[in-house]
């Protein structure tokens, strides 16, 4: 089974960047499609963003289309995620998972989830 570690979360200005990553272990995910999600205090965790297991193809919610940037490197069993143009309400707990591409609504994590990394940004 993988296990998934989540970190490089931070506090940071608004307008600021962060990139978080995700190592995996226990088992390769480059047959996997993989997401990051994000739960914020008092919300339920909710889809940001997914790539496929060959990293051609990328979904994002559109609340950080233009802003995040998701990544792989299947040879170091990773998963980034480059945040741009941070805004506060991108404070949230930040989780990897490996998913479930769908022909339509968002990605579905599927498997346990890491300890989850947390990003913190002030206004």
């Known amino acids: 089974q993988v296990q998934l570690v989540e970190s490089g979360g931070g506090l940071v200005q608004a307008g600021g960047s962060l990139r978080l990553s995700c190592a995996a272990s226990?088992?390769?995910?480059?047959?996997?499609?993989m997401g990051w999600f994000r739960q914020a205090p008092g919300k339920e965790r909710e889809f940001v963003a997914a790539?496929?297991?060959?990293?051609?193809?990328?979904y994002y919610v559109d609340s950080v289309k233009g802003r995040f940037t998701i990544s792989r490197d299947n040879a170091k069993n990773t998963v980034y995620l480059q945040m741009n143009s941070l805004k506060p309400e991108d404070t949230a707990v930040y989780y990897c998972?490996?998913?479930?591409?769908?022909?339509?609504?968002?990605?579905?994590?599927?498997?346990?989830w890491g300890q989850g990394t947390q990003v913190t940004v002030l206004s």
């Open positions: 790539i496929s297991w060959s990293g051609t193809g990328t």
């Open positions: 998972a490996p998913s479930l591409l769908q022909s339509s609504g968002n990605p579905r994590p599927q498997g346990s």
């Open positions: 226990g088992s390769t995910i480059s047959s996997y499609a």
